[in-house]
């Protein structure tokens, strides 16, 4: 629109200069041997034209800069954009082949993929899960939460090479907030959709349990801040009556249920 409005504007001073042109030869009409006053005027006259057109060219001559100016930052944008969703896509097709390569065996039966993690996260689901740091010791947060743990301690740090999905996940929310300042709304709302859609229910759920087990408070603040666990499955948790006070109520975005009780956990 503005380079439409820059030659628009230039034809009409063009055509100003010519009509301001032709009133000054009318208005000095005829110029003989005998009329020196009215040669002088004309002469003023074309004087003042020549620096009105140098005036109207320097402003032209600005503006086309300007412009310039605004296409290069545009184009700049529009690079940095095509790389941050370069960089998203090549991030969702690592985590779908790392879902794809992730196997579990439940019983005598090997599992692989979503159907694998599934299995997983129910293997300590149906055994009671607890939470421990990297020193082994249990959570005093979940064992005051959860009075009839014991059995299985499900420690996440020690399978991270095998549940690498998991980590892709936090490099894609890090790569969002890198790139925050350069996101325009519907820019965000479509790389949270295309991670959302590629998420499986026990995925979220482990990402879950992921974040608060490795105490990851920078990757907390993004789950937060980018409402990732609005959609998630309640019922796919151990204690989700409890265990959904483990983030801020942002993190549920506007699932109503979810943030209430969070509010009710804590």
């Not at 140098?54 to 529009?78: P, R």
């Not at 740091?133 to 959860?146: F, L, T």
Request: include cysteine.
């Amino acid at each position: 629109m503005k380079n439409i409005s820059l030659w628009l504007f230039i034809p009409f001073v063009v055509l100003l200069i010519i009509f301001f042109g032709i009133a000054i030869v009318f208005v000095t009409w005829p110029i003989n041997d005998f009329s020196v006053e009215k040669a002088a005027q004309l002469g003023g006259s074309y004087g003042m034209l020549s620096a009105l057109f140098s005036g109207v060219a320097f402003v032209v001559l600005l503006k086309t800069i300007f412009l310039q100016q605004k296409q290069i930052e545009a184009l700049q944008k529009n690079s940095r954009l095509d790389r941050f969703q370069s960089c998203l896509f090549q991030l969702v097709n690592l985590h779908k082949n790392a879902v794809e390569d992730f196997t579990f065996h439940y019983g005598e039966q090997k599992h692989s993929g979503v159907e694998a993690i599934s299995y997983f996260l129910d293997t300590f689901k149906n055994a009671g899960i607890t939470f421990s740091d990297e020193n082994n010791h249990i959570n005093p947060k979940i064992k005051n939460a959860d009075p009839e743990h014991t059995k299985i301690n499900l420690e996440l740090h020690l399978v991270r090479k095998e549940l690498r999905f998991l980590e892709i996940i936090k490099n894609i929310l890090i790569l969002m907030k890198q790139n925050k300042e350069l996101l325009e709304a519907e820019d965000r709302e479509f790389a949270l959709n295309l991670l959302h859609s590629q998420l499986s229910k026990f995925e979220l759920v482990l990402f879950f349990y992921y974040v608060h087990a490795e105490n990851l408070a920078h990757i907390t603040e993004l789950v937060e801040s980018f409402a990732l666990f609005e959609a998630l499955d309640e019922q796919c948790l151990y204690n989700w009556q409890t265990e959904l006070g483990f983030f801020k109520p942002l993190a549920y975005g506007n699932n109503q249920v979810l943030i209430n009780a969070c509010n009710q956990a804590k």
